[in-house]
T-cell receptor, first 116, second 108 residues
């Protein structure tokens, strides 16, 4: 298995532009997670899905952030409009069952976002 | 509100045993405790997971006391390649929470 796939690996954009991050989870995994990592705040859970349905989006910073999972093999995280404080590494992860309850998360390589 | 707390950094030397402890405030009854390792420019990678007492695999041991308010990751005989950031994680039925990470530096 190729593992969790994220694209792009790096993204540089200007403030106000729309940014779309993509994720392909491991085949057969029912859970998909989006995290943001910064030096100041560490790893923060933004949202997670179970069988394509959003379960907990309480970590989404504000209305500028949205996430979708149209099918079991694809998810997007969109920021519109982007701001410099959104600069971070965004990780996607997937798990076979609910992470933390016997199942582990498998992380993608991350997307490094820089908003100028 | 559940919270995990761990030391910011640790130093060790090759061949030594390293123990990293995390406190798990308000961990839910059914939640497991997991530890991850992260190298620069990579995503976190699973090391070990447990619920109570002791778990051992080929790379580490995990000690969880009966009250489950803490966990200790034990890395036997570390090498330079173990230099990384180590995260404790809990959640599942409760909020999914990573600790802030412990930066381990292994010296020759």
């Amino acid at each position: 298995d190729a593992g969790v796939i994220q694209s792009p690996r790096h993204e540089v954009t200007e403030m106000g532009q729309e940014v779309t991050l993509r994720c392909k989870p491991i085949s057969g995994h029912d859970y998909l997670f989006w995290y943001r990592q910064t030096m100041m705040r560490g790893l923060e859970l933004l949202i997670y899905f179970n069988n394509n349905v959003p379960i907990d989006d309480s970590g989404m910073p504000e209305d500028r952030f949205s996430a979708k999972m149209p099918n079991a093999s694809f998810s997007t995280l969109k920021i519109q409009p982007s701001e410099p404080r959104d600069s971070a590494v965004y990780f996607c992860a997937s798990s076979l069952g609910l992470a933390g309850v016997t199942e582990t998360q498998y992380f993608g390589p991350g997307t490094r976002l820089l908003v100028l | 509100l559940a919270k995990t707390t761990q030391p910011i950094s640790m130093d060790s030397y090759e061949g030594q045993e390293v123990n990293i402890t995390c406190s798990h405030n308000n961990i839910a009854t059914n939640d497991y405790i997991t530890w991850y390792q992260q190298f620069p420019s990579q995503g976190p990678r699973f090391i070990i997971q447990g619920y109570k007492t002791k778990v051992t695999n080929e790379v580490a041991s995990l000690f969880i006391p009966a009250d489950r308010k803490s966990s200790t990751l034990s890395l036997p005989r570390v090498s330079l390649s173990d230099t990384a950031v180590y995260y404790c994680f809990s959640g599942g039925y409760n909020k999914l929470i990573f600790g802030a990470g412990t930066r381990l530096a292994v010296h020759p």
